[in-house]
């Protein structure tokens, strides 16, 4: 079981463009989640997805948008890049229902220049 | 609205003495505390979680208290080693399907030799 997997690892963007990122859930797990963490920061939910739907967001603008596939994974994609968006972006699944232990993928580490 | 707060957020212990990292929540739903260890450029491992139904957990040399009233919880490390050197995340959840995990700003800890 190779757990949860990001995509890419590291990515340099410019102000304005717009970004995808990739998560693999782990195998068995149907809830994916996505995680903002800033340099010296804890992680702040971004949005949850669940059966193709966002079920719950945070506090973040709509440029930030996500999908989620048949297969469970799950894309975050961000537009209008702005410096403020660098950051480890992680994704965590897990299975729906309450109190489900969440496995975190690595990250991806975006930075805007 | 929802918030943890968490303190110290530096620690630096003598190798074998104990740590002590303490949090504070405001959400009265909250029913699950997980707690979180990142060690440098990696994912946010789970090292010990409590559930509201419960006022003290231990797992080895980590321990975890819980006080619903007051909205406090507590991660104790006992023996520390070098390797427990790392940036530790308090966090609460609330009981639903769609629960979100909001996390504490972190404490690093270092252990010295």
Do not use: I, Y
């Given at each position: 079981d190779a757990g949860v997997t990001q995509s890419p690892t590291h990515l340099i963007k410019t102000r304005g463009q717009q970004v995808t990122l990739r998560c693999s859930p782990k195998s068995g797990h149907d809830t994916v989640s996505w995680y903002q963490q800033a340099l010296g920061q804890g992680p702040q939910f971004i949005f949850q997805y669940y059966e193709e739907e966002e079920r719950q967001r945070g506090n973040?603008?709509?440029r930030f948008s996500g999908h989620q596939f048949p297969n469970y994974s799950s894309e975050l994609n961000v537009n209008a890049l702005l410096l403020g968006d660098s950051a480890l972006y992680l994704c965590a699944s897990s299975t729906t229902g309450p109190l489900s232990e969440a496995f975190f993928g690595q990250g991806t580490r975006l930075t805007v220049v | 609205g929802e918030n943890v707060e968490q303190h110290p957020s530096t620690l630096s212990v003598q190798e074998g003495d104990s740590a002590v990292i303490k949090c504070t929540y405001s959400?009265?739903?909250?029913?699950y505390f997980p707690w979180y260890k990142q060690e440098l450029g990696k994912r946010p491992q789970l090292i010990i979680d409590i559930r509201s139904n419960v006022g003290e957990k231990k797992d080895q040399r980590i321990a975890v208290t819980l006080n619903k009233t007051a909205k406090h919880f507590s991660l104790h490390i006992t023996e520390t080693q070098p390797e427990d050197s790392a940036v530790y995340f308090c966090a609460e959840e609330g009981y639903s399907s769609a629960s979100k995990i909001i996390f504490g700003s972190g404490t690093r800890l270092s252990i010295r030799p």
């Open positions: 973040f603008p709509d | 959400d009265s739903a909250s029913n």
